[in-house]
């Protein structure tokens, strides 16, 4: 099994900044990809950005050039850099992770969630 905990999420004025992570732990071997996505009240969830674990990442047209995403490896952690925000990306932002993990006879492959972390952009 494993977790996903976000952490940095708030309240923040347009034009400011902010810096999301997502901590995964538990029995990990290994994590393939890792990705953010975000649900606006009333909208459906979206991608934001994701990231292989080679580096490789994709992110969607709406934050290019706004927002950065980044992982630590070692620390099984993603990032979201995210600046120059707007009203439009208020959301509850979370991460999904696809995390290979430890069980006696080998190993188990899942898509896991964290619990979302919400992002409020207003003045």
């Known amino acids: 099994q494993a977790q996903l905990v976000e952490s940095g999420g708030g309240l923040v004025q347009p034009g400011g900044s902010l810096r999301l992570a997502c901590a995964a732990s538990?029995?990990?071997?290994?994590?393939?990809?890792m990705a953010w996505y975000r649900q606006a009240p009333g909208k459906q969830r979206e991608l934001v950005a994701g990231i292989l674990s080679g580096g490789s990442t994709n992110v969607a047209d709406s934050v290019k050039g706004r927002f950065t995403i980044s992982r630590d490896n070692a620390k099984n952690t993603v990032y979201l850099q995210m600046n120059n925000l707007k009203p439009e990306d208020t959301a509850v932002y979370s991460c999904?992770?696809?995390?290979?993990?430890?069980?006696?006879?080998?190993?188990?492959?899942?898509?896991?969630w964290g619990q979302g972390t919400q992002v409020t952009v207003s003045s």
């Open positions: 999904n992770a696809d995390i290979n993990t430890r069980v006696t006879w080998g190993s188990v492959r899942r898509v896991y």
């Open positions: 538990g029995s990990i071997s290994s994590i393939n990809a």
